[in-house]
């Protein structure tokens, strides 16, 4: 079966799935909207399905042998007590290596995030991924449980697991202390938050996240690389302003808008990825982080 890409819905089913995905609307309030874009035999439902994360096929797969990987546990006091991650290091490395923490989109340490954390692995760095939904049993093996328990976190206490997380992966022994982060919708605007919050990270990588508030600008230290959608008006609607602080605040930063493109085009398990553009933003991030934390 050839797979789907987005220019095969319509693009206002594309715009309900987006206000889904981010809890602007019900999955009822999806199914309901997007009826009148059913054709072809295709339900609303079955669009839904369609356009939803599959995880049949990791590109780096759990038992690779080039990777060594493991669950931890690490304490969070400020936060929800302690966080639970995935931690992925390549196999016989030799040397200490570079450390970058990975944030997951709004359904926690899903399939995907994990393959991301792998791929990091191959390319030479100790990555790391925590789980927001740790306080909450964790991620729950579905992404509309996941989507629900999400809401239900607390905001303040799940960021103050984040610092603690990248805190704890730059005193780990095998890396060499220079640390970088890298995060995805949700976990793109953590990114940028971390960037306000640690003074010694060295990089961070938000792929289409929220901005910071142009007042925090100031704070950060870390050189920035902006990997945003060009379809993404949620969240392009914020660039101008951050810009404009960066610059006031003399911040180092790199901004790529892939054009034609849908928020989330770097997530290979829907539709709306985006090869191409995936792949390109992909290569920007590892040349980015092996110039920063080496």
């Known amino acids: 079966m050839t797979r789907k890409t987005a220019a095969d819905f319509d693009p206002e089913v594309l715009k309900l799935f987006d206000q889904y995905v981010h809890g602007g609307i019900s999955r009822r309030g999806f199914l309901s909207s997007a009826t009148r874009y059913a054709v072809g035999g295709t339900t609303a439902a079955g669009l839904l399905a369609t356009l939803s994360p599959s995880f049949a096929a990791p590109l780096v797969t759990p038992d690779d042998k080039r990777i060594t990987a493991r669950y931890v546990e690490l304490p969070s006091p400020q936060g929800n007590g302690k966080v639970r991650g995935y931690l992925v290091s390549p196999a016989g490395a030799k040397g200490k290596l570079p ?3 990975v944030v997951h989109e709004n359904r926690g340490l899903n399939p995907h995030i994990e393959d991301i954390a792998r791929r990091l692995a191959l390319d030479g760095f100790i ?3 925590p789980d927001a939904l740790s306080p909450l049993g964790g991620y729950p093996g579905d992404e509309d449980k996941a989507r629900d328990l ?3 976190l607390d905001q303040p206490k799940t960021r103050a697991d984040f610092v603690a997380a990248a805190r704890w992966l730059q005193q780990q ?3 060499n202390g220079k640390l970088g982060v890298v995060g995805f919708c949700y976990g793109g605007g953590i990114a940028n938050y971390l960037a306000t919050q640690l003074p010694d990270l060295l990089a961070a990588v938000p792929f289409y ?4 508030k ?3 600008a100031a704070r950060i230290k870390a050189h920035l690389l902006i990997h945003d959608a060009g379809k993404d008006e949620r969240i392009r609607a914020g660039w101008p302003a951050y810009e404009k602080a960066l610059k006031e605040a003399g911040v180092h930063y790199e901004y790529h808008v892939y054009p034609g493109v849908e928020h989330g085009f770097n997530n290979d398990t829907t539709p709306r990825y985006d090869e191409a553009a995936a792949k390109l933003a992909w290569q920007r991030t590892v040349d980015f982080l092996r110039a920063r934390l080496a």
């Open 99 to 101: 450390t970058v923490l």
């Open 127 to 129: 990555a790391f991924a």
């Open 150 to 152: 999400f809401g239900k």
């Open 173 to 175: 022994p095998e890396g």
């Open 209 to 212: 996240g929220a901005q910071p």
């Open 214 to 216: 142009a007042e925090d």
